[in-house]
Every structure is written in structure tokens, then in C-alpha cells.
């Protein structure tokens, strides 16, 4: 009896909804409108890189990715390498991490778990407005007000204390990679301590609240509970910052020196593959020399995807984690 009321509701259920009645109740209108604008942005994505290796084709025939390792930067005898800009690109970057990294990770714990809320919403917004200052303002600012305050007081500090280091060794004439490296910290801090700061939010309440219960203090609760259940995020914001370095471009070229060498000493002028293109994509004369900065654009192309896509990657594992 039970089976043959199933059958009979079963018979008289109503068909599901059409095409057309689907479509005026907005469900196929949103997914066609939101899958087009996903579609189109990998279409803009892959004609850049079609367009990026197109052009790059010149240089790829003649120099073949020995061009990556070469040192040889001569337009007029057509001899280009990339080695000292990717050096120079990754120094730069490297020492703009090293310095952002732990004021840009403790000042997102001190905004998200010390601070009281008006404060904190306060400081993160002025924070966030860095983000905003266009680049070439930082360069303005790195040339009249820190490089004067690092050829005063920084350099002879650096040489008195480290000075036995290789790094910090030779003239300093004001434009170098520290230079730089200083200009691209100030950039990306921004960066870190708005993620961070959102990935500590993110970190269920109950955790917190289960710690203080135990008897752990404010700080034993961040500490030990918080940042361990942060942390895959948080490294998402340093690939984050680092993609922003390794890109900017009029800022570094401003303060770095704009010559392809490569040297040990970080007091040294040098060059960076957004810089180079910056200076000479205008001037460039021969299919070889243009295809040669195309080439570094790729490679710079290249490095930002790979850690813009690491970085959403971390970014996830900590949501699922903590969901």
C-alpha cells in the first residue's frame, strides 16, 4: 500500500523548472554573466602570456634560455643576459621580506588580538592607506629623505657592527640594493598586516575563549593557539608582499642605481627586471633587443603568477582548517 502512494505522488509530482522559468528567476542569467567574467579574465591572462612569448621568440631563437644565465647586457653589440637583473630583482626582494616581515607579522597580531577595537580599526585603516600612495611617491621619498637618512646614520651603523660581512662592505654613494630593498619593505608592509590580520580574525572565537579558561594569558592564548592555527595564512600574505616586490617598478628604479652588475655588497647600485624594461623598452632599437626585454618581462610574468597562485593556495588550506 505504502509503495503505491509513493508511486502515485511520484507520478503527480510536478516537472522541474524549464530553461525559461529558470532564466527569469535569474539562476541562468547569473551563472552565464558570472562564468563570462571568470572566462574572460583567463582569456586576458593567456593572450598576455601568448603575446609575452610571441614577442620573446627573437631572443629565444638566438639565446635560448642561456639568456637566463648570461651576465652579458650590450645592446650595441647585441649581447643580453638576464642574470643581473633577476639578481638584482631577487636581492631586492629578498631584503624588502626580510625586513617587512617580522614588523608586518607583529603589528597584525598587536591590530587583531592586543589591541582595543576602536584603536585597532583606526591604525588599520591608516595602514591600508599606504597601500593607496602611488609608487613613484616612494620614490620621491626614498631619494630625499632615506637615502640621505641611510648614508647618515644606517651605513656607518651597518659597518661597525657587521661590517666583516661581505654584504655590507665597499662605497655607498646613496641609490644601491638596500636602498631599494628599504623603499620595497615600506610598500608591502600594507600587504602583510591587512592578510594577516584578516587570517587572525578568521581563527574561531571558541579557541581563544578555550585557552583563557584554562588559565593561559592574552598573550600564552595568540601565542600558542591563535598564530598555530594562522600560520598557513599568514605565510599566504608573505607570498603576497613578495609578488608585489618582485614587480614594482619606479619606485626600485628611482633608488637602485640602474647598472647590471651583481656584487655581494648590498651598499652596491644595481638593476631590476621591471626597472630595465621601465629605462630602455622606449629606446630599444632591433627585434633583438625589444624581444630581449619582452623575455624579461615573461620571467617576471612568470614568478608573479606562480606566487600569487601559491599564496591563495595557503590562503585556502588555513579557511578549510579552521572551518
Known amino acids: 500500500m505504502a509503495s503505491t502512494t509513493l508511486i502515485a505522488e511520484t507520478m503527480h509530482r510536478p516537472a ?30 593567456g593572450i598576455i602570456v601568448y603575446e ?10 638566438t639565446f635560448g634560455f642561456g639568456f637566463l644565465t648570461s651576465r652579458a647586457w650590450n645592446p650595441n653589440n647585441n649581447k643580453f643576459g638576464a642574470l643581473p637583473f633577476v639578481f638584482g630583482t631577487c636581492v631586492t626582494s629578498l631584503v624588502a ?29 591608516m595602514i591600508e592607506l599606504l597601500a593607496a600612495v602611488p609608487s613613484v611617491i616612494y620614490g620621491l621619498l626614498g631619494i630625499f629623505i632615506l637615502v640621505p637618512l641611510i648614508r647618515t646614520y644606517l651605513v656607518p651603523a651597518l659597518r661597525a657592527t657587521l661590517g666583516f660581512l661581505p654584504f655590507f662592505q ?21 600587504f602583510i598586516v591587512s592578510v594577516s590580520r584578516e587570517v587572525l580574525l578568521a581563527v574561531p572565537t571558541e579557541q581563544r575563549e578555550a585557552a583563557l579558561a584554562l588559565g593561559a594569558t592574552k598573550w600564552e592564548t595568540t601565542w600558542d593557539i591563535v598564530l598555530p592555527n594562522a600560520s598557513t595564512g599568514i605565510m599566504g600574505s608573505f607570498f603576497l608582499a613578495l609578488a608585489r616586490a618582485l614587480g614594482e617598478t619606479m619606485a626600485v628604479t628611482m633608488v637602485i642605481g640602474n647598472t647590471a652588475r651583481i656584487t655581494d655588497s648590498l651598499f652596491s647600485p ?9 629605462n630602455e623598452f622606449a629606446e630599444a632599437s632591433g627585434s633583438k633587443y625589444v624581444s630581449s626585454l619582452i623575455f624579461l618581462g615573461l620571467v617576471l610574468f612568470g614568478l608573479t603568477i606562480v606566487i600569487n597562485a601559491l599564496a591563495r593556495v595557503f590562503i585556502i588550506m588555513t579557511q578549510q582548517r579552521n572551518s
Do not use: C
Not at 30 to 45: N, P
Not at 101 to 111: H, N, T
Open 16 to 45: 522541474d523548472k524549464g530553461f525559461f522559468s529558470r532564466l527569469r528567476g535569474g539562476d541562468e542569467i547569473s551563472i552565464l554573466l558570472t562564468g563570462a567574467a571568470t572566462i574572460s579574465i583567463l582569456l586576458v591572462v
Open 170 to 190: 665597499g662605497d655607498f654613494y646613496g641609490v644601491s640594493f638596500l636602498s631599494a630593498g628599504l623603499i620595497l619593505a615600506v610598500m608591502i608592509v600594507p
Open 52 to 61: 609575452l612569448w610571441i614577442n620573446s621568440l627573437p631572443a629565444i631563437d
Open 270 to 278: 644595481g638593476y631590476s627586471i621591471a626597472a630595465v624594461i621601465a
Open 97 to 125: 621580506m626580510l625586513l617587512a616581515v617580522p614588523f608586518g607579522v607583529q603589528a597584525a597580531i598587536f591590530l587583531a588580538e592586543l589591541a582595543p577595537p576602536r584603536i585597532s580599526n583606526v591604525l588599520t585603516f
